[in-house]
């Protein structure tokens, strides 16, 4: 038998994610949802899109270059 303390945080997880697809699905009917998502509708600022390109940066090269370290290094 499945305890509760299992089934109650994955239900609200589930719940949370319908309720969050049910408010982009009427969001993306009011209109421009692909340019609010995609391009931030062109509002973010020059510090955020810098920290957005280093995190984007960084992970890249921490799954590419971290798992070739210990190869090159022996």
């Known amino acids: 038998m499945m305890q509760t303390d299992v089934i109650l945080p994955l239900v609200g997880y589930l719940l949370l994610v319908f309720g969050l697809s049910v408010y982009a699905y009427r969001?993306?009917?009011?209109?421009?949802?692909?340019?609010?998502?995609?391009?931030?509708d062109r509002s973010m600022g020059g510090f955020v899109l810098a920290m957005t390109l280093t995190a984007t940066y960084i992970s890249a090269s921490s799954f590419i270059g971290g798992p070739a370290q210990p190869?090159?290094?022996g």
Do not use: E, H, S
């Not at 993306?28 to 949802?33: A, D, L, S, V």
């Not at 692909?34 to 931030?40: H, K, Q, S, T, W």
């Open 27 to 40: 969001r993306r009917q009011k209109g421009n949802f692909l340019n609010d998502y995609f391009i931030g």
């Open 71 to 73: 190869i090159n290094m």
